[in-house]
């Protein structure tokens, strides 16, 4: 499967951002699905996950109750709504396919077997 994510650009704190990931050539709805983000200089971290038919929904703690992650398997689309960004929620944002349907979705990054090129967001203070 290729994903393309988009929706990311320059902000400012309080704002909202809803970012998209459109899979193409396999099954949305055949994986898991992640959103990962990468500051510079640090390591690439787990924001978000869903599961195959979006009954269950995962965050990372410091996303919990400003973020939601959806997905729409009709139109082979994830989403990650973003409120009252933060400025330490700048990063490049990258969404991520896992074909392990099974269990809770991983929090890793090497959990995830596709992923999409990256969009940024940056948010100012």
């Known amino acids: 499967v290729q994903l393309q994510a988009s929706g990311g650009g320059l902000v400012q704190a309080g704002d909202s951002l809803r970012l998209a990931c459109v899979a193409s050539g396999r099954t949305f709805s055949s994986y898991t699905m992640g959103w990962f983000r990468q500051a510079p200089g640090k390591e690439r971290e787990f924001v978000a996950a869903i599961n195959w038919n979006g009954v269950s929904t995962y965050y990372a703690d410091s996303v919990k109750g400003r973020f939601t992650i959806s997905r729409d398997n009709a139109k082979n689309t994830g989403y990650l709504q973003m409120n009252s960004l933060k400025p330490e929620d700048t990063a490049v944002y990258y969404c991520?396919?896992?074909?392990?349907?099974?269990?809770?979705?991983?929090?890793?990054?090497?959990?995830?077997?596709?992923w999409g090129q990256g969009t940024q967001v940056t948010v100012s203070s």
């Open positions: 991520a396919a896992d074909r392990n349907l099974l269990g809770v979705p991983s929090s890793k990054w090497y959990g995830y077997d596709y």
